[in-house]
């Protein structure tokens, strides 16, 4: 049985957002005393041994000496894996079904929008022009996912249920009836070859930084089509706007930028062949990411085990 003390929510976001926070989290866990970062006066900072966290300022953090597990309510951990590197704390990213089945929804809802030629019917529109295209199966239209962890898995099973055939790529081979599935770098140049709509479900990490280059863009066949939902710096951004304006790929759906909110002069927001969503395919949804914080809260006060799931050697 782990000792109870006071738990520190440490964010950068603004008053409103901390405040709503608290209040799902206390509503989710009504045993523990939560507070904010900036309630919690020295003698109470010295207690705390988690902290939850929503884009911490890694400098409040440093201000626990007590520390040992730092949960965050968000999927994505770069910024934390990044600035915790040395720390030896113990990280928790969110992993919620909720998150996987909006993410699901994401993915199927812009496949669909790129399998049915939307972007182009709404610059016929515009052109007052009537030109419908020939119609294509789903079943012929190859989706590649690169990342087959919570989100990746849950979105080719909503795209397979469309009937698309899909191929995941992943760090470990991976076997997942109804699907291809792929790994190491022949593994995806081979993936790359055969896809049509290539959907990014990737961590940001060292390895994954960059590595949709214009080599590996050029590997993709004519006219394929890209969604990416995990992080900006995946791609080369440079060889994304080539690839674009060479036509070699027919349409990107971006809603991760390297700068966000994206800068108003970068070159997306006018590209005729990129739709810019503004970081929108999955919210943490509050209420369930907090009643999972709590029940991994309340194992650590029973058991004193800690479910940490980052590893910071790994990135991710
Ligand atoms: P996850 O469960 O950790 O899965 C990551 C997947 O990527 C795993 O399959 C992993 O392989 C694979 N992977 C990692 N590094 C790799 C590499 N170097 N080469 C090949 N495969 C690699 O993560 P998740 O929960 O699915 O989330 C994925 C990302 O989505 C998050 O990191 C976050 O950035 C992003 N996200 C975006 C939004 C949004 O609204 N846009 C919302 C939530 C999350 P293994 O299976 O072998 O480990």
């Not at 006071?6 to 608290?22: E, H, K, N, R, Y």
Request: glycine share 6%; aromatic share 6%; net charge negative.
């Amino acid at each position: 049985m782990s000792a109870v003390t006071p738990i520190a929510f440490v964010s950068q976001g603004d008053a409103a957002s901390v405040a709503a926070w608290l209040q799902c989290l206390r509503a989710a866990m009504p045993e523990e005393e939560i507070l904010a970062f900036g309630d919690l006066d020295e003698t109470r900072r010295a207690q705390c041994r988690v902290a939850i966290v929503a884009n911490p300022d890694p400098a409040q953090l440093k201000l626990l000496p007590q520390l040992q597990w730092v949960h965050s309510v968000w999927a994505g951990v770069e910024r934390l894996v990044a600035d915790l590197d040395q720390s030896g704390l113990q990280i928790t990213r969110l992993v919620d079904p909720r998150l996987a089945a909006t993410m699901a929804e994401a993915v199927l809802a812009w496949t669909l929008y790129l399998h049915r030629d939307m972007p182009y019917y709404a610059r016929q529109q515009q052109a007052r022009q009537w030109q419908p295209l020939d119609y294509v199966l789903p079943e012929q239209r190859r989706v590649g996912i690169l990342g087959l962890g919570a989100l990746g898995e849950a979105a080719a099973a909503a795209l397979r249920q469309a009937r698309f055939p899909v191929t995941g790529w992943s760090r470990s081979a991976r076997s997942i009836p109804g699907m291809q599935t792929c790994s190491g770098m022949e593994g995806l140049a081979q993936m790359l070859a055969q896809t049509d709509i290539l959907v990014c479900l990737l961590p940001l990490t060292t390895q994954t930084r960059g590595l949709l280059d214009a080599a590996r863009l050029a590997l993709l066949p004519p006219d394929a089509q890209l969604i990416n939902f995990a992080r900006g710096p995946i791609i080369d951004d440079a060889a994304l706007h080539q690839a674009l304006d060479a036509g070699q790929l027919r349409h990107a759906v971006l809603d991760v930028f390297a700068t966000e909110p994206l800068p108003a002069d970068a070159w997306p927001w006018s590209h005729p062949a990129v739709t810019v969503l503004p970081h929108c395919s999955a919210p943490t949804d509050s209420g369930t990411a907090s009643s999972i914080v709590a029940a991994n809260i309340r194992h650590y006060r029973k058991t004193g085990e800690i479910l940490a799931n980052v590893d910071l050697k790994r990135g991710y």
